[in-house]
């Protein structure tokens, strides 16, 4: 037996409009399950609304307003949770960064990955839920092109694990997991970083071997779900699939 169903679950994904967010979307939509999909911009969230059809509800908010996490969560009570809205750091390096820009990332994907796991911990979630956060690689081995980006994705990790072992202290049977993707042009946001460090370096940037896709992140976070095992609270996801941590 699978440790968590996806047919039938209702399935809640923070920046469902475009890249990792939309693949992960569409991948638990085709599972079967009922997918409530949250970003800001409401347009491309009603398109993929038409894609998708009734196993898609949009919904437009800031995932990062901790009043919009309290509500979703009692709204809709998923038995998946991913956690993957994610700004786009300004490519400089770091005597070019402001406070503001270093820190935006910890504003949004920090204080978002934050309210919404404390939200999960709070109500409970069912026993046998599951809570995916996007962490990333460069939590790994630092992107000095983009200011606080490593460190926020670094302590999104860390809050993962915490989590997971509160889980486990109180019996509340909830699976909390981080993924780490490695840097891919296939997004706008991991484009727009490949295209940096290349110009930075004068060598391509990126690993050897396939990139990772939107599709192959749907596909990683499927095999989390479906997965047997509490025992990993973090993966690194290359373009070859998923490894433990
Ligand atoms: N691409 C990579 O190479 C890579 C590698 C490792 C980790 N990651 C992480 O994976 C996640 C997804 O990355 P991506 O490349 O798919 O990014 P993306 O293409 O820029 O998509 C980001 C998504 O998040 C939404 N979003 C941003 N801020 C939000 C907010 N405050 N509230 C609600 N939704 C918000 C965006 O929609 P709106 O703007 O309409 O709100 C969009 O749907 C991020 O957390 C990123 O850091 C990416």
Do not use: C
């Amino acid at each position: 037996m699978p440790e968590h169903q996806i047919a039938g679950a209702t399935a809640l994904v923070t920046g469902a409009s475009r890249g990792f967010g939309r693949g992960i979307a569409t991948a638990l939509s085709q599972q079967g399950a009922q997918v409530v999909g949250v970003a800001r911009d409401r347009g491309p969230l009603d398109e993929l609304r038409t894609e998708l059809g009734g196993s898609f509800t949009a919904v437009g908010a800031d995932a990062a307003d901790p009043d919009v996490a309290g509500k979703l969560i009692d709204a809709y009570r998923p038995a998946i949770l991913v956690l993957n809205a994610g700004a786009t750091p300004l490519p400089r390096p770091i005597q070019h960064h402001t406070w503001q820009t270093f820190s935006r990332n910890w504003e949004v994907d920090v204080q978002h990955a934050f309210h919404w796991t404390r939200e999960a911990l709070l109500a409970p979630l069912e026993p046998g839920s599951i809570v995916i956060t996007l962490s990333s690689g460069a939590a790994l081995r630092g992107s000095p092109l983009s200011g606080g980006y490593a460190g926020a994705k670094a302590a999104i990790r860390w809050l993962t694990a915490y989590a997971a072992e509160e889980s486990g202290r109180e019996g509340l049977g909830i699976r909390f997991v981080s993924l780490l993707p490695q840097l891919t042009p296939a997004t706008a946001l991991g484009g727009m970083y490949v295209a940096a460090y290349t110009a930075r370096q004068g060598t391509p940037a990126g690993g050897p071997g396939p990139a990772v896709t939107p599709e192959g992140v749907g596909q990683a976070v499927t095999e989390l779900i479906t997965g047997p095992g509490p025992d990993q609270d973090a993966y690194l996801l290359t373009g070859a699939g998923l490894r433990p941590l």
